[in-house]
């Protein structure tokens, strides 16, 4: 089947650029907020389950920016690479982590208090993150853009997470299962090392980048030719 029918024109190439932009302006904005609100909850709830979460939202937060600046630049193509290692580095990061915190919070017995503000916040974050990873990862897609379905899944273990630590705030709220939380942590950390990995080899999404480049090259040959 032929590629060219996939390939999106030059007008529709700079909506989805634009669409990207916009897009990962408000996973930033939303993940100040969620990193502050987050932090500041489990500093009161003496909660490290939340406190990581918090922290997740600066990595998630770092992860877009990197997508925001190569979407700035005039060849976003060109930066693919680069952005795509940065974005890695933040799974690596979120994994790290994640994993010290759960293991430490297993080791020592860590209970952490009854938190509404954090189940609150948890909460908006499975509604709303899972929305933004799907945007992302379809106009990123379309485009062609491997940093861009990274960066969406990068949201989408994020999602991950907050639904972990949700659990966990409910189930030690109502039960007192103060393990819950850790246990959960450590599954989300091994998908993110997976994540990682594919980023840093560039396989988030396959060579659909270099394909999108000979689509053009084609086309260009297939002008000349007519």
């Known amino acids: 089947m032929s590629t060219h029918a996939t390939s999106p024109t030059e007008a529709r190439t700079h909506t989805l650029r634009r669409r990207i932009r916009w897009i990962v302006a408000g996973t930033i904005a939303y993940n100040v907020v969620e990193a502050v609100v987050a932090i500041t909850a489990g500093s009161i709830a003496s909660s490290g389950a939340l406190i990581a979460f918090g922290l997740d939202s600066t990595i998630e937060v770092l992860s877009a920016a990197a997508v925001a600046w190569q979407f700035t630049r005039r060849d976003p193509e060109r930066w693919e690479k680069p952005t795509l290692r940065v974005i890695a580095l933040a799974f690596f990061a979120l994994a790290v982590y994640v994993t010290a915190t759960s293991l430490v919070t297993l080791v020592a017995g860590v209970e952490a208090e009854h938190s509404p503000l954090g189940i609150l916040i948890t909460a908006l974050s499975v509604v709303i993150m899972p929305f933004l990873s799907w945007a992302e990862r379809r106009a990123g897609r379309e485009l062609g853009s491997a940093t861009a379905v990274a960066d969406s899944k990068q949201t989408l273990i994020c999602t991950y997470l907050s639904a972990a630590v949700l659990l966990g705030l409910t189930v030690n709220s109502l039960w007192g299962w103060w393990w819950a939380d850790a246990i959960a942590g450590l599954v989300i950390a091994v998908f993110a090392v997976r994540e990682g990995i594919e ?20 086309d260009h040959d297939h002008r000349h030719q007519q």
């Open 199 to 218: 980023a840093w080899r560039g396989d988030a999404c396959a060579t659909s980048v270099g394909m999108l480049l000979e689509d053009e090259d084609d």
